[in-house]
């Protein structure tokens, strides 16, 4: 099993103690390098994930020949929410709730989702389906 590294951008609740001497959630933002599963044919767990990719290219072939594609938003999100959630390796307690906080931003899903898409999975799935 192939993995890459990835730097992410989220908003975390950290608790810190204020010049009053309270203590109090403050959100921040925290950079994790985060390890990924790479795109694998022969992964078996990752089945049900290619085949959901895969027809986002449905009937997309002509589109593809002459560099006109254009993929749903709603597609994108969702390819990228499942990405996260089976892919991300979260072994640690530390890793696990990086990955919750992770989900719960919609800025730091769509900036991962943009590499995510133009960088491992249209590069992945385009020389099956193109040839």
Not at 90 to 105: I, Q
């Given at each position: 099993?192939?993995?890459?590294?990835?730097?992410?951008?989220?908003?975390?609740?950290?608790?810190?103690?204020?010049?009053?001497?309270?203590?109090?959630?403050?959100?921040?933002?925290?950079?994790?390098n985060?390890?990924?599963?790479?795109?694998?044919?022969?992964?078996?767990?990752?089945?049900?994930?290619?085949?959901?990719?895969?027809?986002?290219?449905?009937?997309?072939?002509?589109?593809?020949?002459?560099?006109?594609?254009?993929?749903?938003?709603?597609?994108?999100?969702?390819?990228?929410?499942?990405?996260i959630?089976?892919?991300?390796?979260?072994?640690?307690?530390?890793?696990?709730?990086?990955?919750?906080?992770?989900?719960?931003?919609?800025?730091?899903?769509?900036?991962?989702?943009?590499?995510?898409?133009?960088?491992?999975?249209?590069?992945?799935?385009?020389?099956l389906?193109?040839?």
């Open positions: 099993m192939g993995t890459f590294e990835k730097e992410i951008k989220f908003l975390s609740k950290t608790l810190k103690q204020g010049e009053d001497g309270k203590t109090e959630w403050v959100e921040e933002t925290k950079t994790v985060a390890t990924f599963k790479e795109l694998d044919r022969t992964d078996r767990s990752q089945r049900a994930l290619c085949w959901y990719v895969l027809g986002m290219f449905k009937n997309k072939q002509e589109e593809i020949k002459n560099n006109t594609l254009k993929l749903n938003e709603e597609a994108l999100s969702e390819i990228t929410d499942k990405y959630e089976e892919m991300m390796i979260a072994e640690t307690p530390e890793a696990k709730s990086d990955k919750t906080e992770f989900l719960k931003d919609n800025i730091g899903v769509v900036q991962f989702g943009v590499y995510l898409i133009y960088d491992k999975v249209l590069p992945f799935f385009l020389k389906i193109v040839a």
